[in-house]
């Protein structure tokens, strides 16, 4: 098969390319990003440029004639709009788009609105489209979330969090989500599906704290959110951070999701519980 993966150069493109050949060595592996990869796979060509240029997508698919397309890169950013075109247009057997749970957060935000406007484009275009949404992606050392919370909490042995360090997530191995994922590739039972793929066990922050600490104890200080949001709106105003509150809001959100019913049997998707997925950090 020819495939296309945008957005392969990062920690879910390797991993993708990596399941890929493990299972299939034949497939045209093809990765399309705007910037070079820190370490090429000798069986992937790599390709530099916008993915969201509608003409350089009509090129690219006018070359090598993609069956299948991964989507890996936030969606907020995409032109949906072309990505499905092209696939419409060169009869592209299937769209896989890497979606993410916070379209599902219940504050008041604008991306929540745009998340589901771009996936409503994917599913009223015709394609045979498979969006897969993770929550809070882990399990490896380059992760903006836990890993961080790892290095910080052996470290200091401290915990703190903005508002309560009792609200629960449904983490998301990555290395489960890329197998789903591959899976999903040219399988009829998949097409025209969304599925949520989440951690079996919702785990608070402080219970994931000290399963990261073991066998030392932490402390933890939580800080009233109000105030938290407050110093980072200053942080921010003085450029010395580039987070935007409404992350540290949907960070005090609780986030669990079930994963989608069928995904386990569709998808064969077996997530690891977190105290086993986080066991290389250890190493």
Partial sequence: MKILVIGGTGNFGRRIFQSLKNKNGNNQLVSL?????????????????DSNDEGLLNQLFEKYGFEIVIHIPNILLANVDALV????????????????????????????I???????????????????????????????????????????????????????????????????LVFAISNPNVYKKSYNLVGPQPISLKEMAQILAKPKKI??????????????????????????????????????LETTSGALEELNYHPRIFEEGIKEYFN
């Fill in 33 to 49: 990003s705007r910037n070079p990869p820190k370490h090429k796979l000798n069986y992937v060509e790599y390709l530099i440029g």
């Fill in 219 to 256: 402390r933890v200080l939580e800080v009233p959110l109000g105030l938290s949001v407050f110093g980072l709106k200053v942080l921010r105003f003085l450029k010395v951070v580039n987070w935007h509150p409404e992350k540290l809001i949907r960070l005090n959100e609780e986030k669990v």
């Fill in 85 to 112: 075109s092209v696939c419409k247009k060169y009869h592209a057997d299937q769209l896989i788009i890497v979606g993410s749970a916070a379209m599902f957060t219940k504050i008041d935000a604008p991306t929540k």
């Fill in 114 to 180: 745009i998340r589901q406007d771009k996936e409503e484009i994917i599913r009223d275009s015709g394609v045979n489209y498979t969006i897969l949404r993770p929550n809070m992606v882990y399990g490896h050392k380059e992760d903006q979330n836990i890993y961080k919370l790892y290095k910080f909490i052996n470290k200091y042995l401290l915990l703190i969090v903005p508002g309560s360090a009792e609200i629960k997530q449904s983490p998301t191995h990555i290395d489960d989500f890329v197998e789903a």
